[in-house]
């Protein structure tokens, strides 16, 4: 079996984003580029399970200009057989995504697709479900367990009320959860070794995708901050405080 | 004007309140307002909805095969009822979020994630960069509006209205590649962390498991839900689905109390629709007291013994 693994190039999650101050988007001016976290632990998955002895080649997508190679080669350093860029300078949103991905799967033929459960950029947290539903196959979101049975997979769902459990016949798709797995490190041979692996580039154009979104984003705020607050020196001032606002 | 299609959470015995604060999302959008519920045995929740203040009509769809609110039974349905509809929303809860982009990608078009406020019948405001930055999105007029609702922005609807309630047949049949196991509950019998009008939550400083049970004796003083820091959920010391924070839940009760929390970017994101929150912490420096409203710098192994005493 081939596991297909689609990772976003995103703001590193250590980064404290900032709105431009003419509302124009928010700086992305020198700051570090990753994985998105979730799409990592998607390949981490993916990785174990061909380890496991249970599919032969983990192959990780990426959609975007020629700086998500960086991004591919990580992917590769980690374990990955090889990369496909779905080439492009427009930034698609996630139905044109879900699209462009389907096209790849008519190719590569996967039995199971991994992605992050949302891209922690625009969390918008609808690729992975729309990619289901344009290819008529199971998904299973937010994932905490996945283990694969033969033609079907047994999926652990973190959901609002608890853990739900589904099982899927593959192929399907699967969004991950962050305590799905720990992502491994990368070691110094291992992004040696990833330059030599295979990436090939496929010009989104090439895929025959409409692109055109009926959402478009028009301006960027700065987020409301809270009022000051007040120091209290002790649980019964605490109270007292509480009290006097209606509180308790 | 608009006309406004409604997909309604439930648990298969009661509506969930995000089907009201969607509703209010859905009058500041303006225009006819229905509810869809689909499930099986749904005839009580049907009635709750219809009870919902500004609702016109509640469509009910009962059928095995909805039973469980699998995506890829529920999503079909529910397109087959948006015919005519202008806006097709649901709550931004993880049923919302599993569901929704279904539906969108069935219907052809982008989703609008998480809509925290409306500026027009197509423009709308959501969060990004996890509530770091906030966009405008402006939505093509000629083409339906499918959207979830951030719940912790919106106030649910009172009742006491009475909509009609009118059944429809199933479109489809059950899809036989999913199949539904089961569900396991870890919250036990404390009020629903969602829709608390309470909150006590702990952090990594509560220290273990055996600890944290301070926090649930303070919660249940106080008729509180029970909530965590990512830290204290990945030390063990509680169940996932306590996790409050950009990854786990975004909450928006009346009262917030954080207990050992030291207020990391992705807790803060969680719980800035809170009424008002308090946060206790033995570290003065902690970022936790940049947003709230009432700080006390204090052990918390002694101050909740305190409140407790105090709270009789």
């Known amino acids: 079996m081939k596991i297909l ?45 061909r380890e496991a002895g249970k599919a032969e080649e983990v192959v990780v997508v990426s959609i975007g200009g020629d700086p998500v190679q960086q991004q591919l080669r990580t992917g590769l350093a980690m374990g990955a057989d090889r990369a496909i860029q ?29 992605l992050g459960k949302q891209a922690i950029d625009d969390d918008n947290s609808q690729t992975g479900q729309m990619l289901a539903a344009l290819w008529g196959r199971p998904q299973a979101t937010f994932a905490s367990e996945v283990v694969l049975d033969g033609q079907s997979a047994t999926v652990v769902r973190e959901v609002d009320t608890g853990l739900e459990t589904i099982e899927v016949d593959l192929p399907a798709v699967v969004t991950v959860d962050l305590r799905l797995n720990e992502p491994r490190f990368v070691k110094l041979p291992d992004i040696m070794k990833a330059k030599r692996k295979p990436l090939d580039v496929v010009p989104l154009d090439e895929l025959g995708v409409d692109t055109a979104s009926n959402v478009e984003v028009t301006g960027f705020s700065p987020p409301e901050q809270r009022g000051k607050g007040i120091m209290v020196e002790d649980a019964s001032q605490l109270v007292q405080e509480l009290k006097n606002r209606g509180l308790l | 004007m608009s006309r406004i299609l409604i997909v309604a959470e439930h648990d298969g015995q009661a509506l969930n309140l995000s089907v009201a604060k969607s509703v209010n999302c859905a009058q500041a959008i303006g225009g006819d307002i229905d509810i869809a519920v689909l499930g099986s045995g749904i005839d009580g929740i049907a009635a709750e909805a219809a009870a919902l203040d500004s609702v016109s009509k509640v469509i009910a769809v009962d059928a095995d095969h909805l039973a469980a609110p699998l995506a890829v039974n529920w999503a079909p349905e529910a397109v087959a009822l948006a015919d005519g509809y202008t806006h097709v929303l649901g709550p931004s809860s993880t049923l919302g979020r599993d569901l929704m982009p279904r539906i969108a990608a069935l219907m052809g078009v982008n989703q609008v994630s998480d809509i925290m406020e409306v500026l027009g019948p197509h423009a709308f405001k959501r969060p990004i960069y996890a509530g770091n930055a906030i966009t405008d999105v402006a939505c093509a007029e000629d083409r339906t509006v499918v959207g979830t609702v951030r719940t912790a922005s919106w106030k649910a609807v009172a009742s006491g209205g009475g909509a009609s309630v009118e059944q429809r047949p199933a479109n489809g049949s059950a899809a036989g590649h999913t199949r539904y196991v089961g569900l396991k509950v870890e919250g036990g019998e404390r009020p629903d962390l969602q829709s608390a009008a309470r909150v006590v939550s702990g952090g990594r400083a509560l220290g273990s498991e055996e600890k944290f049970n301070l926090i649930y004796g303070l919660a249940d003083r106080l008729g509180a839900g029970v909530g ?85």
């Not at chain 1, 990772?7 to 404290?16: F, L, P, S, T, W």
């Not at chain 2, 990945?234 to 786990?248: E, R």
């Not at chain 2, 992705?266 to 629709?273: A, F, R, S, V």
């Open chain 1, 5 to 49: 693994v689609g990772i976003k190039r995103v703001v590193d999650y250590n980064v404290r984003v900032r709105v431009l101050p003419d509302g124009s988007g928010v700086d992305l001016d020198g700051v570090k580029m990753s994985v998105n976290p979730f799409d990592e632990i998607a390949l981490e998955e993916a990785l174990r399970i």
């Open chain 1, 86 to 114: 779905i080439k492009t300078d427009a930034d698609l949103q996630p139905l044109g995504a879900a699209q462009a991905f389907l096209k790849i799967i008519e190719r590569e033929e996967p039995g199971l697709v991994l």
């Open chain 2, 228 to 312: 965590a820091s990512r830290a204290a959920v990945d030390a063990g010391y509680c169940p996932n689905d306590m996790q409050v924070g950009q990854t786990g839940k975004i909450i928006s009760p009346d009262l917030y109390m954080a207990f050992g929390i030291s207020g990391a970017i992705q807790h803060i994101t969680g719980i800035k629709d809170a009424g008002t929150i308090v946060a206790v912490n033995k570290d003065g420096e902690a970022p936790i007291f940049e947003v709230a409203d009432i700080g006390l710098v204090g052990d918390l192994f002694q101050v909740i013994p305190e409140l407790e005493a105090l709270l009789g």
